[in-house]
């Protein structure tokens, strides 16, 4: 369904892309945000899904400063592989990419971001620091507590699981306490429920998840 394209940031750093577009008229715009195995199958499908439900979507490959079309994908060697990245992650230079992305929709309509994993992260500080979007969700992002001081100037919704071996429960108590301006989600389940690809996939947890995202985002985007 969809297709790879190019996008520049402020710095003029060129980084790729997929955009996957609706049938139609478009609802708005999404920018979909990755987890470390870069924009991989399992993200290209989540586009897709998007798109299908009337969203132009973009997912920024914001590992493309570190390694030019990195993808991966799950098992334990490539995990081993991709959890090489984590140290070498500029925040601000993956916000810049990321607000290429959402200049790119713009003239679709409203704009909306959504993040797994790392990209849940980019999605919260996005919703606090870039400009252009209407709303705001991240699923599991494993630094929002040790950000959750900043102020998301666009609605925000957060999913988390309750037994994520990587985010704590303090951790979503403390993003509570902080932001009681979000929508915040604790389901029965682990780390990255939503990836139907990994171990940790929890299809009810998925499913309710992505029917509260797809609520959230018809409410301020369309």
Same mark, same amino acid.
């Given at each position: 369904?969809?297709?790879?394209?190019?996008?520049?940031?402020?710095?003029?750093?060129?980084?790729?892309?997929?955009?996957?577009?609706?049938?139609?008229?478009?609802?708005?715009?999404?920018?979909?945000?990755?987890?470390?195995?870069?924009?991989?199958?399992?993200?290209?499908?989540?586009?897709?899904?998007?798109?299908?439900?009337?969203?132009?979507?973009?997912?920024?490959?914001?590992?493309?400063?570190?390694?030019?079309?990195?993808?991966?994908?799950?098992?334990?060697?490539?995990?081993?592989?991709?959890?090489?990245?984590?140290?070498?992650?500029?925040?601000?230079?993956?916000?810049?990419?990321?607000?290429?992305?959402?200049?790119?929709?713009?003239?679709?309509?409203?704009?909306?971001?959504?993040?797994?994993?790392?990209?849940?992260?980019?999605?919260?500080?996005?919703?606090?620091?870039?400009?252009?979007?209407?709303?705001?969700?991240?699923? =599991?992002?494993?630094?929002? /507590? +040790?950000? @959750?001081?900043?102020?998301?100037? &666009?609605?925000?919704?957060? #999913?988390? !699981?309750?037994?994520?071996?990587?985010?704590?429960?303090?951790?979503?108590?403390?993003?509570?306490?902080?932001?009681?301006?979000?929508?915040?989600?604790?389901?029965?389940?682990?780390?990255?429920?939503?990836?139907?690809?990994?171990?940790? =996939?929890?299809?009810?947890? /998925? +499913?309710? @998840?992505?029917?509260?995202?797809? &609520?959230?985002?018809?409410? #301020?985007? !369309?």
């Amino acid at each position: 369904m969809g297709t790879h394209i190019k996008l520049t940031a402020s710095d003029g750093f060129e980084l790729g892309a997929y955009r996957a577009d609706p049938v139609g008229q478009p609802k708005g715009g999404l920018v979909v945000l990755q987890e470390i195995f870069g924009v991989n199958r399992h993200i290209r499908s989540v586009c897709d899904g998007f798109a299908a439900r009337g969203y132009a979507v973009i997912a920024p490959a914001v590992f493309d400063r570190y390694s030019r079309d990195f993808e991966s994908g799950y098992s334990p060697a490539e995990v081993e592989e991709a959890r090489k990245f984590i140290p070498r992650i500029d925040w601000r230079a993956m916000l810049r990419d990321t607000q290429a992305a959402i200049d790119a929709v713009r003239d679709q309509g409203k704009v909306g971001i959504v993040g797994y994993c790392m990209g849940g992260t980019v999605a919260f500080l996005a919703a606090g620091t870039l400009d252009g979007l209407s709303a705001a969700v991240g699923y =599991y992002g494993g630094q929002t /507590a +040790r950000n @959750a001081d900043l102020k998301p100037k &666009a609605p925000t919704m957060l #999913h988390f !699981g309750d037994h994520d071996q990587s985010i704590p429960m303090s951790d979503v108590e403390i993003v509570r306490e902080k932001r009681p301006d979000c929508e915040i989600f604790v389901y029965p389940a682990g780390h990255a429920f939503n990836c139907d690809e990994r171990a940790g =996939y929890d299809a009810d947890a /998925a +499913r309710l @998840a992505l029917e509260r995202t797809l &609520a959230f985002f018809a409410k #301020h985007i !369309g």
